[in-house]
């Protein structure tokens, strides 16, 4: 089989968005080839799709169904890029929520792309303490659909990732799991490691940015210490700024890498 793809940036959070035709039942087969280091080598997958909505211009749908706040700025860019909106400000619908998400999409240079969307409304924020082996971890269960973030404070780099994954996948019944340890770096900057679970596809990935992981942090923050401004999240592959206000929001650069097809 042969499928058509781009392949995006979000601060280096690689992502492939399969925009031919494909059937769902084919997703979790073709998300572990597109993320396999034989063919695409990228963080996640999604899958563009008819829109669901009145005035949408595309949908995205990821493959584990969850909700992707860095696919959604991909599929945002290849919007534009592809030329299937005139518009700078327009909506898509995607996986993981029943809200249509505004996007802006503005031209930096060749192939990158200024993507700003708004973020779904989180379902719930709940303090939680997690047992481990050798230790109980507090933080807090940020709830989207489809997705959950378990948020902690880590003044250093922790080491039971995968342990409070299998811990997590017992209490969140949600398509995927992010573990999003951090620390303050400076008023209005954080610092994160995210690290995401997919269940449908049982992959573990270290994210290099992570769009709904910043999200996260930002409604955490909001709530536990009512922070409201705006904030500068820093990960491994550069900066996500998050808003906070009456509307949430996710903004980075996307730089469309590659296209072509994908052999399976």
């Given amino acids: 089989m042969i499928f058509e793809f781009i392949k995006a940036s979000p601060a280096k959070n690689t992502t492939v968005i399969i925009t031919s035709e494909c059937p769902k039942s084919y997703y979790p087969v073709l998300a572990k080839k597109a993320m396999s280091y034989d063919y695409l080598h990228s963080e996640q997958v999604g899958f563009i799709v008819p829109p669901s909505k009145k005035g949408s211009v595309i949908g995205l749908e990821m493959a584990g169904g969850e909700f992707c ?4 700025l991909a599929a945002a860019a290849y919007a534009v890029y592809k030329g299937l909106t005139n518009k700078e400000i327009f909506n898509i619908d995607t996986s993981g929520t029943d809200e249509s998400i505004r996007c802006r999409v503005a031209k930096v240079s060749d192939f990158c792309y200024s993507t ?13 303490k997690i047992k481990l082996l050798k230790k109980t971890v507090e933080g807090y269960i940020v709830e989207f659909d489809g997705i959950s973030h378990f948020v902690l404070e880590a003044e250093d780099d922790i080491e039971e990732y995968l342990e409070l994954a299998r811990a997590l996948k017992e209490i969140v019944d949600a398509g995927a799991i992010g573990i999003i340890p951090y620390k303050k770096v400076q008023d209005g900057r954080y610092k994160i490691k995210p690290f995401v679970h997919v269940r449908a596809i049982n992959s573990n990935v270290f994210e290099r940015g992570c769009g709904s992981g910043s999200l996260a942090l930002g409604a955490c923050l909001k709530k536990v210490y009512g922070i409201s401004k705006d904030i500068d999240v820093i ?9 906070m206000g009456d509307e949430s929001y996710i903004s980075t650069d996307v730089i469309i890498t590659c296209e ?3 052999l399976i």
């Fill in 116 to 128: 700003s969307c708004t973020m779904p409304s989180t379902k719930g924020i709940d303090e939680a």
């Fill in 235 to 243: 990960q491994p592959g550069g900066v996500i700024k998050v808003g």
């Fill in 69 to 72: 706040g860095n696919a959604t």
């Fill in 260 to 262: 072509g097809k994908i």
